[in-house]
C-alpha cells in the first residue's frame, strides 16, 4: 500500500512538473521534392485545375473478371469476425460488388462536389473544394481543412460537408457556415505518391499548408482524425499563426506519463484527473486497452515495417483489398461487432459507400503507397521525431467518441494541446467519425468555434 502511495505521489509530481514546463516551440517549414528525379530549376507551376473523376466500360470489366476468379476460403465455424473478415459474409458483399453495386453512379456521386489539382513540392494534390450555396448579406465562410487517413479517403467527408456549408437547410443555426477543403494524402487517391523515401506527416502537413495558401487563406481552421489527427497536429506545429483553430477526433498522445498513469488509473484515477466516464473507457485496462490494442494493430506492424509485400496482394485482388479495408471500417467502428457475423458493417454504413471508399484505392491502385505512409512515420520507432515530443499552442477542440481504438482523456490531450478549449464526450461512434456519425461530429465543430469566437 504504502509503495503504491509513494509512487502516485512521484508519478504526481512528475505530471505536474511536464504539464507546467511550456517551451513554445514551432518545427522549421523547409522544403522538400517528391516527384520522380532531380528537382527542376524552373519554377514550380503553380496553376489550380479543375479535376473530374471518370471510369470506362474497361475498367469496370478488369474488375468484374478479377471478382469473378476469387477463390474461397471457407470460414470457421461460429469465428465470426475473431479471425478477420468472415468469408461467408464475404461471400454476399463480393456478388453485391460484382452484381448490384453501380460504380458509374457512385462516380457521379464523387463529381457532386468540385474537384481539382495542383502541384506542390513535385506532386499532384488533389482536393475537393466546396463553397456555401448561399451566404447571409455580410457574411464570409470560414475556411476549413479537413484531412482523412488510412484506409480512409476524402469521401468520408461527404456526408458531413453539407451540415458545414449549408447548416440552415439542414437544420441548424447559420452562426457558422464554412467552406470545406477536403485534400488527398498524396498516395492516396487522386494525389500523387511520392517518387521517395521520407515523406511523412510533416512534409504532408506542410504541402497543404502551401495549399491552402495558394488557395488565398493567410488563417483557417483545420479538422482531423487518424493520420488526418497527426498531419493537422503537424501543421499546427508548423504554422501556429495561420491556424485559427485545431479539431481532433483522435488522440495519437500516448507517452510514457499517460502510460504510467494507466495503471494506476483504476484505482487512483481522480488522483490523475480522470473523470468516471474516463475510467467507464479505459478499464479494464486489459481488455479494452491492452488486447484490444493488440487484436487491431497486426496491419500497423506490417505496414511500419514491409508494406510492400502485402500490398502487392492487394493490389492485384480487388476482393482481397477489400476484405482488408473491410475489417477495419467494422471492429475499428465498434469492437464488440467481432461478435457479429456480418462484423456489423451494414448497422453503420450502406455497401454503396463502403465500397466507392475501396474503389478509390482500387482504380487508382494505390493501396501501397498509402500503406508507406506508416512505414515513413513510424518505421523508426515511437517518440523519434520532433514534433512527437512538442507541444501545440493553438485553441484547439477534441471529441472523444466512445467506441475509438483507445480513449484519451482530456488530461492526455491537455498535455500535448495546452490550449485546450473545448472536450466532448460524444454520445456515440468510433473511428471513421464523419463517415459514420456525421451529424455528431459537425454538431462538436460548431460547439468548438463558439466557445473558440466567445474568449
Known sequence: MWLEIILTSVLGFAIYWF?????????????????PGTRPAARED????????????????DLHQRIDKFRFTPALEDSCFHYGFNSNYLKKVISYWRNEFDWKKQVE???????????????????????????PAG????????????????????????????????????????????????????????????????????????????????????????????????????????????HLNMGLVLSNF???????????????????????????FKEKVFYSLMRESGYMHIQCTKPDTVGCALNDSPVGLAAYILEKFSTWTNTEFRYLEDGGLERKFSLDDLLTNVMLYWT?????????????????GWMTQKHERMKVYVPTGFSAFPSELIHTPEKWI????????????????GHFAAFEEPDLLAQDIRKFLSVLEQQ
Not at 440552415?168 to 487522386?190: A, M, Q, R, T, W
Not at 506527416?201 to 488526418?228: C, H, N, P
Open 19 to 35: 504539464m507546467s514546463w511550456d517551451k513554445e516551440e514551432t518545427l522549421p517549414l523547409e522544403d522538400g521534392w517528391w516527384g
Open 46 to 61: 503553380e496553376s489550380i485545375c479543375p479535376f473530374k473523376v471518370e471510369t470506362s466500360d474497361e475498367e469496370i470489366h
Open 109 to 135: 456521386i464523387l463529381n457532386r462536389y468540385p474537384h481539382f489539382k495542383t502541384k506542390i513540392e513535385g506532386l499532384d494534390i488533389h482536393f475537393i473544394h466546396v463553397k456555401p450555396p448561399q451566404l
Open 139 to 246: 457574411r464570409t465562410p470560414k475556411p476549413l481543412l479537413m484531412v482523412h487517413g488510412w484506409p480512409g479517403s476524402f469521401y468520408e467527408f461527404y456526408k458531413i460537408i453539407p451540415l458545414l456549408t449549408d447548416p440552415k437547410n439542414h437544420g441548424l443555426s447559420d452562426e457558422h457556415i464554412f467552406e470545406v477543403i477536403c485534400p488527398s494524402i498524396p498516395g492516396y487517391g487522386f494525389s500523387e505518391a511520392s517518387s521517395k523515401k521520407g515523406f511523412n506527416s510533416v512534409a504532408t502537413a506542410r504541402i497543404f499548408y502551401k495549399l491552402m495558401l495558394r488557395l488565398g487563406f493567410q488563417e483557417f481552421y483545420i479538422q482531423g482524425g487518424d493520420w488526418g489527427s497527426l498531419i493537422c497536429t503537424n501543421m499546427a506545429q508548423l504554422v501556429p499563426s495561420h491556424v485559427k483553430g485545431l
Open 258 to 284: 499517460s502510460t504510467l498513469t494507466l495503471l494506476l488509473g483504476q484505482r487512483f484515477g481522480r488522483f490523475f484527473g480522470y473523470t468516471e466516464r474516463d475510467v467507464e473507457l479505459l478499464y479494464p
Open 364 to 380: 487508382t491502385g494505390t493501396i501501397v503507397s498509402s500503406q508507406r505512409f506508416y512505414k515513413e512515420n513510424l518505421g523508426q
Open 414 to 429: 491537455r498535455l500535448k494541446y495546452p490550449k485546450l478549449i473545448s472536450y466532448s464526450y460524444m454520445a456515440r461512434g
